[in-house]
Structures are given as C-alpha cells and as structure tokens.
C-alpha cells in the first residue's frame, strides 16, 4: 500500500509540476498574442502586432496586380488616414462596413493587415452571421 | 405592438411563473404538482402560439412589425424566410425559450423525484429568457406607426445569412443551449437534495443530449463558415464560436466525470461544479456576444444591443444561488477515497477531466481577454487564434495518448490480456508516423501530434471491432466516439497546416496550372436572371480526371453588397478549394477611328469604304425583353468582296448599350455604333481595334509642350480676347503652335457657347489628330488628347479572374470524425437512459 502511495505522490508531483508549466506556457502564449488597439500613429510608430480601427476611405479600394493584394485606406475620427494592404480574402461586406477592424503591423509606411474585422450597420446577425477574412 | 403576440409572451411567463411556485408548494403537498405540470404545459402551449404566430407574421410579410421588416423583405424564398425568425436577437430568444420548453415536457417526463426541485430552477432559467423578451418585444410595432407610414417591402436578410445552413444551425445551437440547462437544474436539485450519487444517473443521458446537440450545431456551424464564406477555413477562434465550445467542453468534462463518479466515487463536488459551470458559461457567453463589450472585436457581436443590463443580472443571480446551495452542503458532501495505481482508468480519467476543463477555462480566458486587459492595460487587447491553436495543441497531443490509452486500462488497473494488442496497435502507429513524416510532416511536435491522434484511432477502432464481434455493441459508444475524434484530431492538423494555397488569375480560356490542377475559366453564367452570377472553371486534375467549378460573386440588390461563395471539389484524400477574389469583364479594343453617315453616304476610313444603309427593325426578339435597332453598313476593301455588317443598339430597362460586330478579315477588329439620331437618319460609327490610339494624353500649361515622334505641340496660352462676359459673350480660343514634318503652323480650338471644337488633323504628321479634353481656365491649362492611327491597336483584354486556390488535405475527415463522434454519443445515450428507470417516481422528496 505504502509503495503505491508514494508512487501516487510521485505522479501527482509530476502532474503538478506539468500543469504549473502548462500555466506558465499558457500565460505567456497570452501576452505575446495580445493585440493591443491602438491609434493611426501609434501603429504606424511600432512595429509590433497592432488592432487598428476606423471607417474605409470611400473609393479607396483597388486591386494590386503584380503583389496580389488590396489595398484600400483608413480614416479615423479625427480624420487621420492610414494607408493598408491586405492579402487575404477580401470580406463579404467590404464597402459597406461602418467599421473596419485591421489587425497587422506596419512596415515600410505601409500598414500590412494579417485580419480585417468588418463591423456591419447595426443588425445582429444571428450566430454565424458574417466572416472574418483572414489567413489560415 | 402587435397584441396578440405580445399578450401571449406575456400569458408564458406568467405560467411559468405560477408553475415555479406550484412547484415549489408541492414539496409541502404533493397535491400541487398536478397543477404545477398544467401551468407548465399552458406556458409550453403559449409560447408554441406565438412562435407560430411570429412565423405566420413573417410568411405573410407583415411589415408593420419592426422586426419583420428589419430582418425579411419580399423576395426571399420560403425556406430562408422561414429562417428569418431567427436572423435577429428576439427571434433567437424565442427560439431558445420555444426549445426550452419544450425540451422540459420530456424533463418531467423523465426526472423521475427530482422532478419539483429541478422544475423550480429550470423553470427559472426559462423565465429569465422570456423576461428578455418582454423586455425586447419581437411584437412590437415601429415606433409612431400610422397607417401611412407601413412599409412596402422588408430590408431583407442579410445575404451571409441566405443559405441552406442558415435554417438548420441555429435550431440545433439553440436546443443544444437549452439542454444544457438539464444538468444545471438536476445539480442544483441534487444538492438541496442531498442526493450526492443518484443525481448522476438521472443526468447523464441529459448530458449525452447537451453533448449531441451542441457538438452538431458547432459543427454545423464550421461546414457552414468552410462551405460558404469563402476565406476557406471552418473555425476561427472568434468569441461567438468560442461561446459554444466552452459549455461543451465543460459538458464532455462532466459526462466523463460523472462516469468517474459512478465506477469509483470520486469527483463528486467537480461534477455538481461542472454541471453548474456549463449552463453558467451558455449565460455568460451570451453575455459576451449580446452586450457590446466585445463589440470591436468580433464580427459576431455588435453594438449594445439594450439588454445587457439584464444579462448581468441573469448570471448574478444564477451565480449566487448556485454558490449558496453549494456552500450549504459543501461539507456534507462524502470525500473521496481511493488507491488506484497511476496506471488505471481512474487516474488518466481524473488528468482528462482537468485537461478538458483547462482547454475549457484556456478558451474563455482568451475569448474574454478585451474584459481582462481593461484590468491593467488602458486600451483593451485581444488575443488571436494563433494564442488558441498555442495552446490548444499540447493538450491536444495529450488528451489524444489518453483516448488512445483508455481501451487498455480498467478502473482499478491495467488489463492483462491486453498488453499483446498494445503491442501490435504500437507498432502500427509506428508504421503510420513514419508514412506521414514521408509524406511531409516534419515539425517534432506535428510528428508527435500525429502519433497521439492515429494511436487514439487505432486503439479503439480495434476495440470498436472487438465490441462489434461479442455482440456488444451498445456499450461500444464511447470507443466510436473516440475514435471519431481521433479522427478529427488528425484532420484538423493536416487540413490546417498542410494545405497549400495560391493566389492566380485566370484569363478567359487559357488553361493555367495551379497546385498542381490546371483551371480554365470559362466565362460568367446566370442561367435566370435571380440566379447569382457563377464563374465557370473547368479543371483537370493530374490524374486526368475532369469536373466543373462554380464559384459565385454576386451583388445584394438590397443592401448592395458584393458576396462571394467559393466552391469545393471533394476528393478522398483532400478537398480543392477555389474562392473568387476578383473579376474584370473584358474591356474592348480602343477605338481606332469614326464616322459619321447619312443614309446612303459613304465614307472611307484607311482602305475601307463605309457605307449607311438603314435601319433595320425587324430583329426584335434578338434579345428577350429589349428593343433592338439593327444599323446595316456596308464595308467595302480592295481586293475583296463587299461585306454586309450589322452592329446594333439594344435598349432595356437596365440602359441602352451597343453591340459590337467583328469585322471580317481583322484580328480583332469590331464595328459598333456610336450614336445615331433616327428622325435626322445620322448615324455615327465606331471603328474599334484596326489600329491607331491615344498616343498621348496629357495636361499642359501655358508655354509647355509635348513631342510625339516627331511632332511638337506647344499651348500658347488661352486667347480671351473674345471674353466679354458682361456683353454675354462667353467664347474663347485655344491656340498651339504646332511643329511636323518640318513645318510650322498654328492650330486653334475653339470654345464657343462652352463646347469645345472637334479634333484637327495635323498636317505634316501622316493623319494625326490633335483634340482637347478638360480645360482648367484658373489654372491656365488644357488636357491634350493626340491621336496617332498608326500606333499599334492595344489588344482587347478579355475577361479575367482573380481566385484563391487552396488544398485542404484529409478535411473530410473532419467531418467524417463528426459523424462517428456523433453516433457514439448517440449509443452512449440509448444505453444510459435505461438507468433513469430504476430510480423511483415519486415518493422521498
């Protein structure tokens, strides 16, 4: 009986220590994706993986040819704009988002979103109700 | 609002009401519960009435009511108008609460003893439903309707939402949410009970239900976003799809709790914890995607949707009176004893149920991260699904060795007679790892991913088979469901990280290899004028085989939006997944040249000589619908017989627009009309791809110039000594100088009456024209078009198109594991819920 009891402390020892691992992986895993929102300048200020929110420039929108993106510019309310291409598929609303969120990091000027968030005019839509285009 | 309906939500809840505290008198008389069971029954009745009536009010197109024309409009067909109950937030609450009680009908039925104690707390988790519905009445009307003001036609529903899928996965997800109030109620009813063992055994065919439904209903919801959305996956971490995994997750913890509990007694205060937990997270995930607070981060959840308020104190009070019973009996609870060794069903039961409720809580931590962050940080953040897929892998990796371990261990041990089975389902892993990393799997951790997930299937395939041979078949459930999600688990690594994509244009009929595939896109299609446009592609794979593509882009008249649905080609091994991105009609040749002809006038244009005939009416149902004026022209060449062509204009609804004819005998040439007055017999002719352009289009300034081969234009200023605006003269001129052919001479464009003369030829250039477009008076500038007919035509471009196409390796198997996951759970439910009849009726309240 003895021998199974220190047996069995023995593996409650190693789970312990495997789930406090896990917690600390977890934790970590948690900062580093951390997407902060953060205004026009700031975003284009820093590198790092950023959230940025604003309205679609009407007429902004084209086709890049030979890089196979669209690029389209933002505008936020205190009327800065914020030049953004974007690789993935284009989302099913584009044009008629009152509310664009981009996910991605600047380079070169330039802001690359990874994800577009379309917020649409005010209908919920049911539990699937529209898309996210992102990349894989 | 709309009287009846309301009236009669109104009429539910006060039934529900009534049969909560029926049921709660009838613990002191049980004389009580007869009339507790009616009024339920009646707030069944009465919500099955106005959901019937909402539907009736929707089919019937009654836009007096503001949800009916916020969310249906005319031209939906039935089976999506039928889905339009609940393409809103009231009509997904009522819904849920037409599910709910429904589904407590068989509660009754079935909760044998148990059944006024769980009555009272089920029914108040369907009262606080249908206080949201008093509060956001689906009957009302606009507000400051008058009988003027009803409107004609809906605003239609949103096109994402106009799908096959759209009428299936809500139903599901909403029954699925409702059942986990089951065990909630049954726990809760437990405790006050003090019925710390029994409980499971009434409760666990309930969890095998909320299990069922609510996996189906996420599935669903996954080949729906694959299917139809277009950016080619089927889960993206999004807080809406997380609100629906994290009670499952909790749920499958409890189910296996519970069967923990009932081999070896242990985990009791969990399971009472975990039950409580799920139908707690259904709540608090509605909190999340119906308040606003997660708003700029979801595409789900939008803006305060007025209810929040109530929400919060939906799960306040839940929370609290949860937290009070299991306080009260904390310490009556029998502890645990128990001395099984690590290599026993017991322990890797006890690990599991932790893991799942980590993933569980991993999940809701990360869906609530904007909440969390707002703690420390003054702009809240969110996490991305890479944080999930982090996260989630490992756990993965290890709750596959442990599905797989299972079939090998009972609850006090290991089982002998199986070790040599290990054995050879060990090696066959062996095998299967060394084919994947051959086939491409390469990271260490894939790798080990791998092995997890095909040891997971082997395993309990063979004990399936095992079961399947001694007949026992209905004890088998649980190794089939676990070997669908083995099944699962290795679909979702290879479908998710070994697929391939590009991004191509495809030109109208040139056939481009992609992936492998070669694609060839064939045109447009709209075979009826409401079908959506369909982009042809024809593709060949390299084994030969042949098949027909149809993505779709297509706009919403309604709302304006453009919508693309990508379509799919299952194969065995993989699904090729063709999205469109982007589509350019065809733009025709530029227009080499003009002229202008009366009724029998002819014209020469280079070596032809044109000729106006007439007019030709006869033609009319060339195409169906419109007028077609028909212009014969008669072409003539050296050298070649006369030929008889007959571009025309065609006038719809939709605008007038001319029709191009081929000129025999060109590569690429066209004529078409350009204009025409009918009463005066002009016509004007366009003359297209025989050569000849803009050579240059540019503005000039005062003094500047442009050379051109030769030829240098230079603007001299505008001349306005004609300008005499009081006197109402208005005219101007435009001078150049102009240098050709080693001569100079001056060209001026007039601006008479604010038209500006037609273009000039220059002499000395070998006929080029010179034309002026825009004038910028201000400014002191003019745009000078040049047009030189023997620049070399610019080829028409046909028509192109944009796709994203990518492989999606073994995603079948995603679907295929469902399935099996699915009829697992299934067997599993129809062997339990003979337990539920062993335990007494009535009696020992």
């Given at each position: 009986m003895s021998g199974n009891r220190m047996q069995r402390r023995l593996w409650y020892a190693v789970g312990g220590v495997l789930i406090v691992a896990f917690l600390i992986y977890g934790a970590s895993s948690f900062k580093s994706n951390l997407t902060a929102y953060v205004s026009f300048d700031q975003a284009m200020a820093t590198g790092h993986k950023v959230q940025v929110a604003g309205s679609l420039v009407e007429g902004s929108t084209r086709w890049l040819e030979d890089s196979q993106e669209l690029a389209f510019t933002m505008v936020d309310e205190n009327g800065v704009r914020l030049p953004v291409v974007y690789s993935g598929t284009k989302p099913g609303n584009f044009e008629e988002a009152t509310q664009i969120v981009a996910i991605g990091s600047s380079r070169d000027g330039v802001f690359h979103a990874e994800q577009l968030l379309v917020k649409c005019p005010s209908k919920y839509q049911g539990i699937e109700g529209s898309e996210d285009g992102s990349e894989a | 609002m709309y009287l009846p309906g309301t009236a009669l939500l109104w009429i539910a809840f006060l039934f529900g009401l009534g049969s909560t505290v029926a049921y709660a008198l009838s613990l002191r008389g049980d004389a009580w519960r007869k009339p507790a069971r009616q009024a339920y029954v009646l707030m069944t009745l009465a919500t099955i009435v106005a959901s019937g009536l909402l539907m009736y009010l929707l089919l019937t197109h009654d836009y007096r009511l503001f949800y009916v024309t916020a969310y249906s409009d005319n031209s939906l067909p039935l089976n999506y108008l039928i889905s339009t109950f609940w393409a809103g937030q009231e009509g997904s609450f009522l819904l849920w609460v037409l599910c709910s009680s429904i589904l407590g009908l068989f509660l009754i039925r079935f909760s044998r003893y148990y059944e006024s104690r769980v009555m009272i707390f089920y029914n108040l988790t369907v009262l606080s439903l249908i206080m949201l519905l008093v509060r956001q009445d689906p009957f009302r009307f606009h507000e400051g309707l008058t009988a003027g003001m009803i409107p004609m036609d809906g605003q239609g529903l949103n096109p994402l939402l106009q799908n096959p899928w759209m009428v299936i996965h809500p139903p599901v997800m909403f029954l699925g949410y409702a059942a986990t109030a089951i065990p909630f109620a049954f726990a809760l009813a437990a405790l006050w009970m003090r019925k710390y063992d029994e409980w499971t055994k009434a409760t666990l065919p309930w969890v095998l239900l909320s299990l069922i439904t609510l996996g189906a209903a996420i599935m669903l919801g996954g080949y729906w976003a694959y299917e139809t959305l277009g950016w080619g996956g089927y889960w993206g971490w999004d807080p809406v799809e997380n609100a629906s995994l994290v009670p499952w997750l909790f749920t499958a913890a409890l189910a296996h709790g519970m069967l923990l509990q009932r081999g070896r007694k242990r985990f009791r205060k969990t399971n009472l914890i975990l039950a409580i937990s799920g139908y707690m997270f259904v709540v608090y995930a509605t909190f999340l995607t119906r308040s606003g607070v997660l708003a700029d981060?979801?595409?789900?959840?939008?803006?305060?949707?007025?209810?929040?308020?109530?929400?919060?104190?939906?799960?306040?009070?839940?929370?609290?009176?949860?937290?009070?019973?299991?306080?009260?009996?904390?310490?009556?609870?029998?502890?645990?004893?128990?001395?099984?060794?690590?290599?026993?069903?017991?322990?890797?039961?006890?690990?599991?149920?932790?893991?799942?409720?980590?993933?569980?809580?991993?999940?809701?931590?990360?869906?609530?991260?904007?909440?969390?962050?707002?703690?420390?940080?003054?702009?809240?953040?969110?996490?991305?699904?890479?944080?999930?897929?982090?996260?989630?892998?490992?756990?993965?990796?290890?709750?596959?060795?442990?599905?797989?371990?299972?079939?090998?261990?009972?609850?006090?041990?290991?089982?002998?007679?199986?070790?040599?089975?290990?054995?050879?389902?060990?090696?066959?892993?062996?095998?299967?790892?060394?084919?994947?990393?051959?086939?491409?799997?390469?990271?260490?951790?894939?790798?080990?991913?791998?092995?997890?997930?095909?040891?997971?299937?082997?395993?309990?395939?063979?004990?399936?088979?095992?079961?399947?041979?001694?007949?026992?078949?209905?004890?088998?459930?649980?190794?089939?469901?676990?070997?669908?999600?083995?099944?699962?688990?290795?679909?979702?690594?290879?479908?998710?990280?070994?697929?391939?994509?590009?991004?191509?244009?495809?030109?109208?009929?040139?056939?481009?290899?992609?992936?492998?595939?070669?694609?060839?896109?064939?045109?447009?299609?709209?075979?009826?004028?409401d079908a959506r446009d369909a982009m042809v592609v024809e593709v060949s794979t390299p084994r030969g085989r042949q098949f027909v593509l149809r993505p779709k882009m297509w706009v919403n008249r309604k709302s304006n939006q453009l919508v693309a649905n990508p379509d799919i080609k299952n194969f065995l091994t993989t699904d090729l997944y063709v999205a469109p991105v982007e589509f350019n009609p065809a733009e025709e040749a530029p227009v080499s040249g003009s002229v202008t002809l009366t009724r029998g006038q002819s014209q020469a244009f280079k070596d032809w000589t044109l000729t106006f005939e007439g007019f030709d009416l006869s033609r009319q149902d060339a195409v169906p619908g419109a007028i077609t004026v028909g212009v014969l022209v008669k072409l003539e060449r050296p050298g070649e017989p006369p030929v008889e062509l007959e571009p025309s204009i065609v006038s719809t609804d939709q605008g007038v627009q001319a029709v191009a004819v081929d000129i025999p005998g060109t590569s690429g040439g066209k004529i078409r009309v350009g204009g025409m007055n009918a009463s005066a017999g002009i016509v004007r002719l366009e003359l297209l791809g025989l050569g000849g352009g803009i050579a240059r289009h540019v503005r000039v300034h005062t003094g500047e110039f442009l050379a051109y081969r030769g030829v240098k234009i230079t603007f001299d200023g505008f001349d306005m000594s004609g300008f005499d605006p009081e006197a109402g003269k208005i005219d101007f001129d435009i001078p150049f100088t102009v240098e050709a052919g080693g001569e100079t001479t001056k060209i001026v464009q007039h601006v008479r009456g604010g038209t500006v003369s037609g273009p000039v030829t220059i002499p000395g250039s070998g006929g080029m024209t010179l034309e002026v477009g825009r004038i910028d008076a201000e400014g002191g500038s003019v745009e000078v078009l040049l047009f030189d007919p023997d620049m070399a035509p610019a080829p028409p471009k046909p028509e192109s198109l944009v796709l994203d196409v990518s492989t999606k390796p073994l995603i079948s198997l995603v679907w295929l594991g469902t399935l099996l996951a699915l009829l697992g759970m299934f067997m599993a439910l129809f062997l339990r819920r003979r337990d539920v009849a062993s335990i007494p009726v009535g009696g020992d309240e």
């Amino acid at each position: 009986m003895s021998g199974n009891r220190m047996q069995r402390r023995l593996w409650y020892a190693v789970g312990g220590v495997l789930i406090v691992a896990f917690l600390i992986y977890g934790a970590s895993s948690f900062k580093s994706n951390l997407t902060a929102y953060v205004s026009f300048d700031q975003a284009m200020a820093t590198g790092h993986k950023v959230q940025v929110a604003g309205s679609l420039v009407e007429g902004s929108t084209r086709w890049l040819e030979d890089s196979q993106e669209l690029a389209f510019t933002m505008v936020d309310e205190n009327g800065v704009r914020l030049p953004v291409v974007y690789s993935g598929t284009k989302p099913g609303n584009f044009e008629e988002a009152t509310q664009i969120v981009a996910i991605g990091s600047s380079r070169d000027g330039v802001f690359h979103a990874e994800q577009l968030l379309v917020k649409c005019p005010s209908k919920y839509q049911g539990i699937e109700g529209s898309e996210d285009g992102s990349e894989a | 609002m709309y009287l009846p309906g309301t009236a009669l939500l109104w009429i539910a809840f006060l039934f529900g009401l009534g049969s909560t505290v029926a049921y709660a008198l009838s613990l002191r008389g049980d004389a009580w519960r007869k009339p507790a069971r009616q009024a339920y029954v009646l707030m069944t009745l009465a919500t099955i009435v106005a959901s019937g009536l909402l539907m009736y009010l929707l089919l019937t197109h009654d836009y007096r009511l503001f949800y009916v024309t916020a969310y249906s409009d005319n031209s939906l067909p039935l089976n999506y108008l039928i889905s339009t109950f609940w393409a809103g937030q009231e009509g997904s609450f009522l819904l849920w609460v037409l599910c709910s009680s429904i589904l407590g009908l068989f509660l009754i039925r079935f909760s044998r003893y148990y059944e006024s104690r769980v009555m009272i707390f089920y029914n108040l988790t369907v009262l606080s439903l249908i206080m949201l519905l008093v509060r956001q009445d689906p009957f009302r009307f606009h507000e400051g309707l008058t009988a003027g003001m009803i409107p004609m036609d809906g605003q239609g529903l949103n096109p994402l939402l106009q799908n096959p899928w759209m009428v299936i996965h809500p139903p599901v997800m909403f029954l699925g949410y409702a059942a986990t109030a089951i065990p909630f109620a049954f726990a809760l009813a437990a405790l006050w009970m003090r019925k710390y063992d029994e409980w499971t055994k009434a409760t666990l065919p309930w969890v095998l239900l909320s299990l069922i439904t609510l996996g189906a209903a996420i599935m669903l919801g996954g080949y729906w976003a694959y299917e139809t959305l277009g950016w080619g996956g089927y889960w993206g971490w999004d807080p809406v799809e997380n609100a629906s995994l994290v009670p499952w997750l909790f749920t499958a913890a409890l189910a296996h709790g519970m069967l923990l509990q009932r081999g070896r007694k242990r985990f009791r205060k969990t399971n009472l914890i975990l039950a409580i937990s799920g139908y707690m997270f259904v709540v608090y995930a509605t909190f999340l995607t119906r308040s606003g607070v997660l708003a700029d981060f979801s595409v789900h959840s939008f803006v305060d949707l007025g209810i929040t308020g109530w929400l919060v104190f939906n799960m306040a009070f839940f929370t609290l009176v949860s937290l009070f019973l299991l306080a009260l009996r904390w310490r009556e609870i029998p502890g645990e004893e128990g001395d099984e060794p690590f290599l026993s069903r017991t322990v890797f039961f006890v690990i599991g149920i932790i893991l799942l409720a980590a993933l569980g809580i991993m999940v809701t931590l990360g869906t609530s991260s904007p909440l969390i962050t707002r703690l420390w940080m003054e702009k809240p953040a969110q996490v991305g699904p890479d944080f999930y897929n982090r996260v989630g892998l490992p756990l993965a990796i290890v709750l596959g060795f442990f599905i797989g371990v299972i079939p090998f261990l009972a609850w006090k041990g290991t089982i002998a007679s199986a070790r040599k089975r290990l054995v050879g389902i060990l090696a066959a892993v062996a095998v299967l790892v060394a084919v994947a990393v051959a086939l491409g799997v390469r990271r260490p951790v894939d790798v080990v991913y791998v092995a997890a997930a095909v040891f997971a299937m082997l395993s309990n395939g063979w004990e399936v088979l095992v079961r399947i041979r001694r007949g026992q078949w209905r004890g088998a459930g649980a190794y089939v469901t676990h070997l669908g999600l083995g099944i699962m688990l290795l679909a979702f690594l290879t479908a998710g990280l070994y697929g391939k994509s590009e991004k191509i244009r495809l030109t109208r009929d040139e056939p481009t290899e992609v992936l492998g595939y070669t694609l060839t896109f064939k045109g447009v299609e709209k075979p009826t004028p409401d079908a959506r446009d369909a982009m042809v592609v024809e593709v060949s794979t390299p084994r030969g085989r042949q098949f027909v593509l149809r993505p779709k882009m297509w706009v919403n008249r309604k709302s304006n939006q453009l919508v693309a649905n990508p379509d799919i080609k299952n194969f065995l091994t993989t699904d090729l997944y063709v999205a469109p991105v982007e589509f350019n009609p065809a733009e025709e040749a530029p227009v080499s040249g003009s002229v202008t002809l009366t009724r029998g006038q002819s014209q020469a244009f280079k070596d032809w000589t044109l000729t106006f005939e007439g007019f030709d009416l006869s033609r009319q149902d060339a195409v169906p619908g419109a007028i077609t004026v028909g212009v014969l022209v008669k072409l003539e060449r050296p050298g070649e017989p006369p030929v008889e062509l007959e571009p025309s204009i065609v006038s719809t609804d939709q605008g007038v627009q001319a029709v191009a004819v081929d000129i025999p005998g060109t590569s690429g040439g066209k004529i078409r009309v350009g204009g025409m007055n009918a009463s005066a017999g002009i016509v004007r002719l366009e003359l297209l791809g025989l050569g000849g352009g803009i050579a240059r289009h540019v503005r000039v300034h005062t003094g500047e110039f442009l050379a051109y081969r030769g030829v240098k234009i230079t603007f001299d200023g505008f001349d306005m000594s004609g300008f005499d605006p009081e006197a109402g003269k208005i005219d101007f001129d435009i001078p150049f100088t102009v240098e050709a052919g080693g001569e100079t001479t001056k060209i001026v464009q007039h601006v008479r009456g604010g038209t500006v003369s037609g273009p000039v030829t220059i002499p000395g250039s070998g006929g080029m024209t010179l034309e002026v477009g825009r004038i910028d008076a201000e400014g002191g500038s003019v745009e000078v078009l040049l047009f030189d007919p023997d620049m070399a035509p610019a080829p028409p471009k046909p028509e192109s198109l944009v796709l994203d196409v990518s492989t999606k390796p073994l995603i079948s198997l995603v679907w295929l594991g469902t399935l099996l996951a699915l009829l697992g759970m299934f067997m599993a439910l129809f062997l339990r819920r003979r337990d539920v009849a062993s335990i007494p009726v009535g009696g020992d309240e």
